[in-house]
Structure formats: structure tokens, C-alpha cells
């Protein structure tokens, strides 16, 4: 019976300090020396000061932006500190209500547009931090985005094609358009 | 289904397959003691190891021993997990400065980390320091896995042994799981994790200033800190606006990497995988749903290396593959067909080349519904319950096969180690199936099976399903259960179904609108994953050392090949009729309903 106990006071003190303090320092030292910018956020600089990380979503409603997903966080939207999705299921009247109101939303900043809403645009996301919208929700943004800037769509739109990423090396995943650094972009066209 | 995404989930299969025999290989090498040249450098580590521990390796266990030795182990690592978080806040590492987490938090957590489970019943980023996540959180990652590991190992060992008395020394087992496998599976994984994306460092939360003043509704709190509430109970709030974001950090890849490769699942940030720091490219998340699946596909080597004859590791392999293709179909279907109230509401939901479509509520831009109904399949039929969206917004039938596959006792492919030892006993009960249809005395591997093996094998199949449709049964009776669910109607009922689900069979995911993080849901679901995992490995010891004392009879004509294709076929359909004998009603109540609920409205 207490044969067990040395064996299991011994090895759990050792494996500790294994994995849970020379793996985890180990892992950080070797990262913040090969690979610090991704190792400490992907930070987006602006003059010096971070404006942001390119993983990390944040909220637009200005019409001259392009509009991020929505994101369920508490209490502002996009808190990177509280990373959360909205968890409303399929049938509960919420969820109409909530995609109803973005619906609404986007039409009100741009009353001409009367096409369907592609659906990554009213919903929100698993982390409430997507960086990402779908290149089909760039479109749906395209025009009004030039309108309010005085673009032309084409401009616009050679620029939405630049932060575009297709599927990772043409298989893996979705392709998709970095918000942030899309409006980065568009403001440092002047 | 569009060809890209049947080529992502043909190339996650390929890929998964063709690792399985070199990793299973290497493993039964280790776990024979037969070290492969390239990694003998490291026996002496380990020897020293021994040394300091009091371990004598050569010296075999008795099952009881060996169960014993489990028990210790788990005992410290549960009293270690409970003090780091209820201490957290007068050590180091916590540049946030969080304080000591509650205590019904902390036993609930102890025990989800000592058991594989993971469940999060609090949010990472705002509770936990990174000392705490660091040396004891993924320290239990690594340890629950190789026990895990430890006892498949022993039970292997009672089919390939015969009248012999022990089943291996468990600190020996242990000891090699993590040296040999997971840490320096985990390593190099962590560092190419960084290279996507992962962050990994000690630094505070760095604040940045956004593009837009965000303007929001900021609930209002009295001077003790609690919400104010109107007459109607409603919070109160107040307009605020901000142009800050606060942008959590932490040591996440060296976390996400055992956090997966372990099948534990418990993410450093609350959104768990589907945050961008966890999991930020398709590749990261490729990497992570094979990380999953790899060990518990290659141990299936491993088992058949052991006991002589590789084709029954490969026929037990080849029907997981059967029964998780056929589950991820399902899932891959409701998901891709989108919300039909939400299409009603001039939103478009088809795929095609601009968008993925589908019902992408809960799920990230990145992963889009291939990769969110593939990994939450992955995530569900092994026990890891990590996840990049979320379950609670699947659509019904989307949602009910995470949780049918859990209640199936997390067999297919499985937790690392949990899930073949898991299946072995599903193997054991179809062998005895047949031989009652044909009124024989069943033999599996060269071991008759006689009543008190049945009788462990039954405790196992037995154990969980009792837990889980009773805890719902309560949960459902008190106004603490019903309090936390966050969904009205038969999804209510799904979520916590789904919770209890998720606890018993140590998965960790969750419909996590549930507000589990309560004195109710804490101490009830700690209970629940506790016996669903150490209830279920004694038996399961008990039942190595009954093998192992066994004399070998040699196959005759009547004997049953067990690695046929109608072997295969028996396999699956006991795995299926026992979880649809035991849990179709229960699913009835919940995912059923909504789903005939919704097409009924539309």
C-alpha cells in the first residue's frame, strides 16, 4: 500500500519540472529567439505603437471600413481578453433576432444593396476574435466602401485582392480577407 | 460536398493512416524495452530517473499493484492542480495578477485534468496564471495521457502474455510514455505551432489601440462590484466606448501541443482552439486535428505488434476508420446545409467559391464548415474535446453526433491509450456475443473469456451510460441544473445531456452555453468525470491481470478469426447497438426534437 508512495511523490515532483517548467521555457526561449514576432502576438505597428495583431479581429461600424464578423464577446465586442462565441442554437428565436439586426444594419449603411447577405457577415464567430471575413463578404462591402471614400470599386477592389489568402498551399482551409489590415490599407492610400 | 473539401478530408486520412504504422511501431519498441538505436542516448536519463524515484524497472506489477500505483498518482497530481489554483495568487508567473480561483472551481478543474477531461467550466485567459496553466495544468496533460498510455500497455500485455502474474510496472510505463513520446512529439510540434501563428511567451496582456472607437453597453456595477439589476431582474447598463483592446497572451504552444497530442483538450483561452492565438492557419489546424488521432491510430500498431499478429491491430483500426467516416458524413452534411430559418432572413448561405457557406455561426472564416464539422468528429470520437467552433450552435443533427460518439464510449480512435483499451472491451463483448449465438465458449487472442472477464467488461460498457443518464436525470429535476441552461426547449435539454456526456466520458468539450462554472455543475460533473475514468480503468486492469494469468489455447478450427472483415462488421455493429440500445431515447429528447422541430417551421 505505501510501497507506492515514494515512486509517486518522487516522479511527480521530476515530471513537473520536466514538462512543466523546462518544455514550456525551453519551447519559449528557442521561439523568442527564432521566431519573436509571431511568438509575441503578430503585432501590427503603426508608428511605432501597435495598432493591433493580424490574428486578432477588431470591431468596424463605420461605413468607410470594411466590417468585421460579428463577435459575441462581453462586454464590448472583440475583447481580446475574453475570448467567446455566442453559443445561441439553431432554433432559438435569439439568434433570428440577433442576424435580423446585423441584416438591418448593413442595409442601413447601404441602402442601394438589396442582395442576399453572405452568411460569415451576420453570424458571429466560434472566438468572437475572427480576423478574417470571406471573400464573397468583402465583395457584398465593395461598393459601399468606395462610394463613401470616392474610389472607384476597382481601386478597392485590387486592394481587397492584395490581403486575400487563398487555401493554404491550394488545399487547406478557406480563403478569406484580413479586415484589419485591409483598412490599414485603405487609409494609407492618401 | 465541393472536391476541395472531399480532397482536405481524404489527405487528413491518408496522411493519419500512413503515420500509424512507424509511430505504432516505435511505441511497442519502447514499450517492450527494445529501444530503436537513434533514441538509446536517452536510456541512461532515464535509468537515473529510476534511480532518484526508488524504482526498480526490472520488478514487475501484480494488476492490484499496478491500479494502486494509478491511484497514487492521481491522487497527488489532483491535490497539486487544487493548491496551484487556490494559491495562484501568492506565486509567480501572474503579470495579470489573478487571484485564487473558487473552490468548487478548483476541485472541478483538478479533477478534469487528472482525468483526461479538460472541461472548462472557466474562462483561461481571466482566471488562470501562467504558472498555474504552465506546471499544473499541462503538466496533468502530459501525466493523464501516459496513464492513459500506461494502462492500454498493461492490458495489451495480459492478451500477449500467458501464466504470468504481473502486467508491467506502471512507473516504468508512465515514465516512458512521456519521455520517449509525448515530449518530444510535443516539442517539435510546439515550435512549428509558433511558426503558424501561436504565441509563446510570459509577458502581461499587451493593450493596443484600435482603428475605431467602439461604442458599447458596459453592464454597471454597485460599489461592492456585483450588476445592478432592474425591477425586472435585467442587468442595468450603461453606454461606453473604448479604442483599446486588450490582447491576452501567454505560453500557449507549448500548452496547445500536449493539450492536443494528449487528446485532453483544455484550451488556454476560453475559445479554446478557435481562438486565433490557438489555432491560427489551416495548417495549425491540420496539425492539430492529426495530433488527435495520431497516437490513438498508431497504438492500434502497436497492440497488434505486441500480441504477434499485426492484422488485429489493423482490423480494430479499420473499424474506426468505418465508424468515423460514417459519423463525419453526418455532421459534414447538417453543417454544410445551413440554417434555414437564417436563410428566410435574406442572408445566403450556399458554398461556393467566395464563401463556405453553410451555418457558420460559432465557426471561424479560416476553418469554414469543412474544417469545423471535421474537427469537432475528431475532437468527439477521440477524447480530446478541444475545439475550433462551437457545438452548442451546430445545427441538431450537426450537434447530436459529437455527442452520440461520446456516449459510445469514445472508441473510435479514442483517447490516447483510453480509446483502444476502450474498444478491446467492445472487442471482448462482440467475441462473446458470437460465441453465444453459436453456443461456444469465446476466446479472443488465445485467451478463453470466462465469466469474471465478462463481468469487467461489462462494469466498463456499463459504468458511464448509468452515470450519464442519471446525472442528466438530476440535473434535469433541480432548479441548479435547469438554472445554468442558456437555449430554450429540447436544445436546453441537449445542453445538458450533452455536459454530462462530455464529463463521464472525460471529452472536456461542451454545449457550452450551459453556465457549468456553478457550485451545482462544478462538484456534479467533477463526480461524473472521476468515476468515468478511474471507475473504468480498474476493471480494466482487473481484467489485464485475469488475461495474463491465462494458459494460450492454440487456434482450432472452431476458433473465431479476429481479424477478418466479418470481424470488422461484428466490431461495429456492437459498438453501435450497444450505444443505440443505451442512448437513442435520451437523444430523442434532445437533438431529435429540435431537428424535427425546425424542419416542421420551415
Request: aromatic share 8%; glycine share 10%.
Amino acid at each position: 500500500m505505501l510501497k507506492e508512495i515514494r515512486p509517486a511523490v518522487v516522479s511527480f515532483l521530476l515530471l513537473t519540472l520536466l514538462t512543466g517548467i523546462a518544455y514550456p521555457l525551453i519551447v519559449t526561449g528557442i521561439s523568442q529567439v527564432v521566431m519573436p514576432n509571431k511568438a509575441n502576438g503578430s503585432l501590427v505597428m503603426k508608428d511605432g505603437k501597435p495598432v493591433g495583431s493580424s490574428l486578432i479581429g477588431q470591431s468596424f461600424s463605420d461605413p468607410k471600413y470594411f466590417w468585421s464578423r460579428p463577435s459575441a464577446t462581453g462586454p464590448m465586442p472583440n475583447n481580446a481578453a475574453a475570448s467567446s462565441g455566442s453559443n445561441l442554437g439553431p432554433t432559438n428565436p435569439a439568434l433570428m433576432d440577433a442576424v435580423k439586426g446585423r441584416v438591418q444594419a448593413l442595409r442601413d449603411a447601404d441602402p442601394g444593396n438589396q442582395q442576399p447577405v453572405p452568411v460569415d457577415l451576420v453570424t458571429a464567430s466560434a472566438s468572437g476574435l475572427d480576423p478574417h471575413i470571406s471573400p464573397a463578404a468583402a465583395e457584398y462591402q465593395l461598393a459601399r466602401v468606395a462610394r463613401v471614400r470616392n474610389l472607384s470599386p476597382d481601386t478597392v477592389r485590387k486592394l481587397v485582392a492584395e490581403h486575400t489568402e487563398g487555401r493554404q498551399f491550394g488545399i487547406l482551409g478557406e480563403p478569406r480577407v484580413n479586415v484589419l489590415e485591409l483598412n490599414l490599407a485603405l487609409d494609407a492610400l492618401r | 460536398m465541393s472536391a476541395n473539401g472531399l480532397l482536405q478530408i481524404a489527405l487528413f486520412l491518408g496522411v493519419l493512416i500512413a503515420l500509424a504504422k512507424p509511430l505504432g511501431w516505435y511505441m511497442a519498441r519502447v514499450y517492450e524495452g527494445k529501444l530503436p538505436v537513434f533514441v538509446r542516448w536517452v536510456a541512461p536519463i532515464e535509468n537515473l530517473f529510476y534511480r532518484l524515484c526508488g524504482v526498480d524497472s526490472k520488478q514487475e506489477m501484480r494488476w492490484t499493484r499496478y491500479a494502486l500505483a494509478m491511484l497514487w498518482f492521481a491522487l497527488l497530481g489532483v491535490l497539486a492542480v487544487y493548491a496551484m489554483q487556490r494559491l495562484q495568487g501568492m506565486l509567480p508567473l501572474n503579470p495579470q495578477g489573478l487571484v485564487a480561483v473558487s473552490p468548487d472551481s478548483a476541485f472541478n478543474t483538478a479533477i478534469s485534468f487528472l482525468t483526461n477531461t479538460n472541461w472548462q467550466g472557466y474562462s483561461g485567459e481571466s482566471t488562470m496564471s501562467y504558472l498555474v496553466q504552465m506546471a499544473g495544468l499541462a503538466v496533468q496533460n502530459f501525466l493523464s495521457a501516459a496513464a492513459g498510455m500506461a494502462v492500454l500497455v498493461a492490458l495489451i500485455r495480459g492478451f500477449a502474455r500467458h501464466t504470468v502474474e504481473t502486467i508491467g510496472n506502471f512507473w516504468v510505463d508512465v515514465t516512458r510514455s512521456i519521455i520517449y513520446i509525448l515530449l518530444p512529439i510535443a516539442t517539435v510540434l510546439a515550435l512549428v505551432l509558433v511558426s503558424q501563428g501561436v504565441i509563446q511567451n510570459l509577458s502581461a496582456y499587451q493593450t493596443v489601440t484600435t482603428m475605431e472607437t467602439i461604442t458599447y453597453d458596459n453592464p454597471k456595477m454597485d460599489a461592492a462590484g456585483n450588476p445592478v439589476k432592474d425591477a425586472a431582474g435585467n442587468p442595468v447598463t450603461e453606454k461606453a466606448t473604448t479604442k483599446e483592446q486588450s490582447v491576452a497572451l501567454g505560453p500557449v504552444a507549448s500548452q496547445e501541443a500536449i493539450k492536443q497530442l494528449g487528446t485532453n483538450g483544455g484550451g488556454f483561452f476560453n475559445a479554446n482552439s478557435s481562438h486565433p492565438f490557438e489555432n491560427p492557419t489551416p495548417f495549425s489546424n491540420f496539425l492539430a486535428m492529426l495530433a488527435m488521432f495520431v497516437i490513438p491510430a498508431a497504438l492500434c500498431y502497436t497492440f497488434g505488434s505486441m500480441v504477434g499478429d499485426t492484422r488485429q491491430g489493423w482490423a480494430i483500426l479499420t473499424a474506426m476508420t468505418i465508424l468515423f467516416v460514417g459519423f463525419l458524413a453526418v455532421t459534414e452534411y447538417a453543417e454544410l446545409q445551413g440554417n434555414p430559418a437564417i436563410t428566410a432572413l435574406g442572408v445566403d448561405q450556399t458554398a461556393s467559391a467566395g464563401q463556405s457557406g453553410g451555418n457558420m455561426e460559432g465557426k471561424e472564416t479560416r476553418f469554414g464548415i469543412i474544417n469545423s464539422a471535421l474537427f469537432a468528429t475528431i475532437t468527439t470520437a477521440a477524447s480530446c474535446g478541444a475545439v475550433n467552433s462551437m457545438h452548442d450552435s451546430f445545427m441538431p443533427l450537426g450537434g447530436m453526433v459529437p455527442m452520440a460518439q461520446i456516449q459510445l464510449g469514445e472508441v473510435i480512435f479514442g483517447g490516447v491509450g483510453s480509446g483502444l483499451y476502450g474498444m478491446l472491451i467492445y472487442a471482448v463483448i462482440a467475441v462473446f456475443l458470437a460465441g453465444l449465438m453459436i453456443g461456444r465458449t469465446p476466446e479472443y487472442l488465445g485467451k478463453k473469456l470466462e465469466a469474471f472477464d465478462i463481468k469487467m467488461a461489462s462494469l466498463v460498457i456499463l459504468i458511464p451510460p448509468l452515470i450519464i443518464l442519471g446525472g442528466t436525470a438530476l440535473a434535469v429535476m433541480v432548479e441548479a441544473g435547469k438554472g445554468g441552461v442558456a437555449n430554450p426547449g429540447a436544445h436546453g435539454f441537449s445542453e445538458i445531456l450533452y455536459a454530462f456526456s462530455s464529463a463521464v466520458g472525460n471529452n472536456g468539450s461542451a454545449f457550452a452555453g450551459l453556465s457549468a462554472n456553478t457550485p451545482f455543475y462544478n462538484t456534479a460533473l467533477g463526480f461524473a468525470m472521476f468515476f468515468g475514468r478511474i471507475w473504468l480503468m480498474i476493471p480494466v486492469l482487473a481484467l489485464a491481470g485475469s488475461l495474463a494469468g491465462k494458459k494460450r489455447i492454440p487456434a482450432s478450427i472452431g476458433t473465431m478469426a479476429t481479424h477478418t472483415p466479418m470481424f470488422v462488421w461484428l466490431l461495429i455493429g456492437t459498438v453501435v447497438l450497444v450505444g443505440a440500445l443505451t442512448f437513442v431515447p435520451a437523444l430523442g429528447l434532445g437533438p431529435v426534437v429540435e431537428h424535427l422541430t425546425m424542419i416542421g417551421a420551415h
